[in-house]
């Protein structure tokens, strides 16, 4: 759903409309070209990357620190910003966020609304060479639309810090300069940047500046964009420090057909370089193709580029390990800690979640179904348990234990349930992957366990405790 900003009023363009005559109407809009500011072939470079750096996206470099924005006046002119965003002095502090999902270091804009205006005061009018935008999310608040449009403020009444909703923006005296959308750059989430420059060296000569922003996506409310850092570079300046790229030490390989390619982040844990290196490497290049060949489906493309990141426990909340996207996050302390116990397992558990995908197809079937928690927790469980590390016993449960466990408990005593449905009516082989289809195409419901198995899914439980 996609509302409005702000309070809704009638439509207040800033100046009244009257009716002219015609002939009246093209001298002024002939006086209005004369004296309208030059704007010249305006060039807009887009870049994005998902493997996370310091914001160095192809040619466009790293943000400045002392670029003219950090020493301008900055508002919010239009729109409300998400209670749980940081404030607009983000946008020219010279400092970039330090992880992908990080709320507090971006500036953004409330779920649900569009057309939120940020605009700028130089403090005089200034030939502008270029207007560098920096964001980053792991999912859809990562690129980055918006028009951007500028002022010198020489029109009566001119207000450069606020804009009334539904306002005709040049009506009320701003040029619009660019439009920028950085979705088509290559990838969804990750570090985005866009570059608005002119061939001539200068976009123009303004004294304001404002970016109207939109949601990349309607189709949840989350579509606003985490927006990291904002330069707009004078041209009489010529040298530009940048910020330092952040020490990143990480592990990079492909798998052998080249088709996968995974990132090990170890610049949290560098204590677990080696054993990333030596030990979980070669479980990665083994295991993820082969949850990818367990779990097909119709038009299913996994996702090529995985990336594994070292977090400290402070930032995973005590979780040891989560999947989003292409994306695991590992507890640092944690895998340490079992580092030779339970660590690889709970990573084959996560990069099931990688290859479930069941949030991807969102768009192309509206009407989906919820798979439960215990399907999405019981296969991967199931996977690492029963088929990575039979073994360990891990889910096995005892007799007693079965008749008092319910199969929807999730994790090990689902994954105990499903290896018995698959042991016991899975003739072909193929229940698992029709199980995960139906839950990733959001089709799943009890009905596929009579389907699958020609008993339902009660009758399964019953049986399974009885066994
Ligand atoms: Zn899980």
Redesign the pocket.
């Known amino acids: 759903m996609l509302v409005g900003t702000g309070i809704r009023k009638k439509r207040t363009p800033c100046l009244p409309r009257y009716r002219f005559p015609v002939a009246v109407f093209s001298l002024l809009m002939l006086a209005v070209l004369a004296y309208r500011p030059a704007i010249a072939d305006v060039t807009v470079q887009t870049g994005s990357t998902d493997v996370p750096s310091s914001f160095q996206m192809g040619t466009i470099p790293p943000p400045a620190i002392n670029d003219i924005a950090s020493v301008s006046s900055w508002a919010v002119a239009r729109g409300v910003p998400d209670r749980n965003s940081g404030s607009l002095q983000l946008l020219y502090d010279g400092l970039v966020p330090r992880s992908d999902d990080s709320p507090r270091e971006n500036f953004f804009f409330a779920p649900g609304t569009s057309n939120g205006c940020i605009a700028v005061d130089l403090g005089q009018l200034t030939e502008i060479s270029e207007v560098v935008t920096y964001s980053w999310h792991s999912g859809s608040r990562g690129p980055h639309v918006y028009n951007l449009y500028a002022s010198t403020g020489a029109q009566k009444d001119f207000r450069w810090n606020q804009v009334d909703n539904d306002a005709d923006l040049v009506q009320c005296g701003w040029s619009r300069i660019a439009s920028v959308d950085t979705r088509n750059s290559g990838h969804l989430g990750g570090q985005h940047a866009s570059v608005v420059s002119d061939p001539s060296g200068a976009i123009g000569t303004f004294r304001y500046l404002l970016f109207e922003m939109q949601p990349t996506e309607i189709d949840t409310p989350f579509g606003n964009t985490f927006f990291s850092e904002i330069d707009i570079v004078a041209r009489s300046q010529k040298q530009l420090q940048r910020i330092e790229a952040p020490e990143t030490q990480s592990i990079r390989f492909s798998s052998i057909d080249g088709r996968y390619q995974y990132t090990i982040d170890t610049t949290a844990a560098p204590e677990l370089a080696k054993w990333s290196e030596l030990e979980l490497k070669p479980i990665i290049l083994e295991w993820y193709p082969r949850i990818v060949s367990m779990l097909p489906s119709d038009g299913f493309q996994p996702i090529e580029k995985v990336q594994f990141r070292y977090l400290p426990d402070a930032k995973m909340s005590g979780i040891p390990a ?2 989003q996207g292409g994306t695991i996050s590992m507890n640092a302390e944690w895998m340490q800690r079992e580092k030779n116990r339970e660590a690889k397992g709970a990573i084959v ?2 990069m099931v ?1 990688v290859v479930q995908s069941y949030q991807g197809r969102r768009q192309r079937n509206t009407r989906r179904t919820q798979t439960p928690g215990w399907i ?2 019981g296969i ?1 469980d199931y996977i690492r348990w029963f088929v990575y590390e039979p073994q360990s016993g891990g889910a096995k449960l005892s007799k007693g234990a079965r008749a008092n466990a319910k199969h929807d408990a999730s994790y090990r005593v689902s994954a105990n349930f499903i290896d018995w449905v698959l042991r016991t009516y899975d003739s072909d082989g193929t229940l698992l992957s029709k199980l995960n289809a139906a839950a990733r195409e959001g089709r799943y419901s009890t009905a596929i366990w009579q389907e699958l198995t020609g008993k339902t899914e009660d009758e399964l439980a019953r049986s399974w405790k009885d066994e």
């Open positions: 989560y999947a558990h996560e979640h999405v927790e991967p």
